[in-house]
């Protein structure tokens, strides 16, 4: 039986909110560019060597990584894992030595121990077919001890991203709709037990997450279910001006319905502001394909100019302009106005709201508001 190392790496037991500021939300639809084959249709990672995808197919299919154009999505090439299991591959990451597979999901709820496989990047390009990878295991420190139900639960994790010398894993919570941040080193022995670092309110489903090496932006990719029903896609952008991930100032975007983006699982960057998006199939009423889509955000943000750094949340206070106050409302969840503004006061008082969830919306503007006490 192998020992369990008990480790907190750059980590801490109480988990940290968010400080950055919420720069609003932008809509963004990425560009068509194929619909994968088959090989793809549960694309669930996703990164760019050299003009190339590769990605990985999630529970239920084999071991492999498939490599794949930018340019069409066409099918290339495919790699086994050696003495690999797929329990549930939801994540890729590299480094600039390493590429690194995260067999991390957990849809049902029934795992207690993950694993991530390591192998040197030049090994996918040596032209073996089959590849050998160095498997580590760790578990979750603040995972309950008690069974979780399907779908209906907070310690999924399908997103990973290799950032400052480690791992970050980001989870999936289907029940409070926030994700967590745990950091893992990239080298380790026996199984170590990993606490998490701070916490986010996405307000949906976290599934991939990279970093856009040009900019040291971090993004996060997502969906959530609409009022109507349907799914809709979403990313994260962290501007990363202080190197510290959750902290930094953020903005939401905005991509579209899943019902021509596909389930979007896997995003990577190939130039500064630019990358590709992949959705695997989705078997509904109707069958959605297998989807690759690009994205290129130099000019949506460069050419957008919110107010957003004069207008910003601290504690249970609003800080606005006196100027924007007519043009602006403070709505709850079911859309009616929350608060009457205190005429000409740039600091408008919060603190006798309900702890929920409000949006501050104004022309071309969008910003949410979590309040927690």
Not at 52 to 67: R, Y
Not at 170 to 188: A, D, M
Request: glycine share 6%; net charge negative.
């Amino acid at each position: 039986m192998r020992n369990i190392l008990l480790v907190v790496f750059n980590s801490c037991w109480l988990i940290i909110f968010s400080q950055g500021l919420d720069l609003g939300t932008l809509n963004y639809s990425p560009i068509f560019v194929a619909n994968l084959s088959n090989i793809n249709a549960e694309t669930s990672g996703l990164v760019y060597i050299n003009d190339t995808l590769f990605s990985i197919n999630d529970s239920g299919n084999q071991p492999v990584i498939n490599a794949f154009k930018s340019i069409d999505g066409q099918h290339l090439a495919s790699w086994l894992i050696q003495d690999a299991s797929n329990i549930d591959w939801e994540a890729l990451a590299l480094s600039p030595d390493h590429f690194f597979i995260g067999d991390i999901g957990n849809n049902a709820g029934t795992r207690t121990t993950f694993d991530i496989y390591m192998f040197p990047r030049e090994a996918i390009l040596s032209g073996n077919t089959t590849l050998v990878a160095q498997k580590r295991t760790f578990q979750f420190a603040d995972q309950p001890n008690v069974p979780l139900s399907l779908n209906d639960h907070d310690y999924d994790c399908e997103a990973m991203v290799f950032w400052q010398d480690s791992l970050h894993l980001l989870t999936k919570n289907w029940q409070n709709l926030w994700t967590r941040h745990y950091v893992i080193p990239t080298e380790w022995q026996d199984t170590i037990v990993v606490s998490p670092r701070d916490s986010f309110n996405v307000n949906g489903l976290i599934t991939d997450a990279t970093l856009d090496a040009s900019t040291g932006n971090i993004y996060l990719l997502g969906y959530k279910k609409e009022l109507s029903g349907l799914y809709s896609s979403f990313m994260y952008r962290f501007e990363n001006t202080n190197g510290s991930f959750f902290n930094s100032d953020y903005r939401r975007i905005e991509l579209g319905s899943t019902l021509n983006l596909g389930q979007t699982e896997g995003l990577c960057f190939g130039d500064a502001n630019k990358g590709w998006i992949s959705g695997e199939q989705i078997n509904s009423i109707i069958t959605i394909s297998p989807k690759l889509h690009s994205f290129d955000f130099n000019e949506l943000l460069h050419t957008t100019k919110l107010p957003s750094r004069m207008i910003y949340f601290h504690e249970n206070i609003l800080y606005i302009p006196t100027q924007f106050l007519k043009e602006y409302a403070l709505i709850d969840t079911s859309g009616r106005r929350a608060i009457e503004w205190k005429k000409n006061k740039s600091e408008q008082d919060l603190s006798s709201l309900r702890p929920g969830i409000y949006y501050l919306v104004g022309p071309n503007f969008h910003q949410t508001w979590v309040k927690s006490n």
